[in-house]
Nanobody
Framework: QVQLVESGGGLVQPGGSLRLSCTIS????????VGWYRQAPGKQRELVAR???????YYADDVKNRSTASGDIDLNTVHLHMNSLKPEDTAVYYC??????????WGQGTQVTVSA
């Protein structure tokens, strides 16, 4: 059974940075891509970044140039590093792993609050 566990959320001041991590049980090689999503109160879940097994990493426009998504194959862990955080980045952040056939697996989410 696949399990995804996020960590690294919390309270961050505007302009600050954070690093989220997602540890995936089992081999990370089984997945076509691993992504980060977020959901703010009253809004739909949206894609933040997606790391593909081949090809460039995708970033949403509003996080591009201030975010880096990366994977540590040996530790079956993916990270999301975000800089210049804004209050509108406040959301629950979810890790997602997608298999070749489109099957999705989700973590439980980690809260990120950007506030002074």
């Amino acid at each position: 059974q696949v399990q995804l566990v996020e960590s690294g959320g919390g309270l961050v001041q505007p302009g600050g940075s954070l690093r989220l991590s997602c540890t995936i049980s089992g081999s990370i090689w089984r997945f076509n891509s691993v992504g980060w999503y977020r959901q703010a109160p009253g809004k739909q879940r949206e894609l933040v970044a997606r790391v593909f097994s081949t090809g460039p990493t995708y970033y949403a426009d509003d996080v591009k140039n201030r975010s880096t998504a990366s994977g540590d194959i040996d530790l079956n862990t993916v990270h999301l590093h975000m800089n210049s955080l804004k209050p509108e980045d406040t959301a629950v952040y979810y890790c997602n792993a997608r298999e070749q056939d489109g099957t999705d697996y989700w973590g439980q989410g980690t809260q990120v609050t950007v506030s002074a």
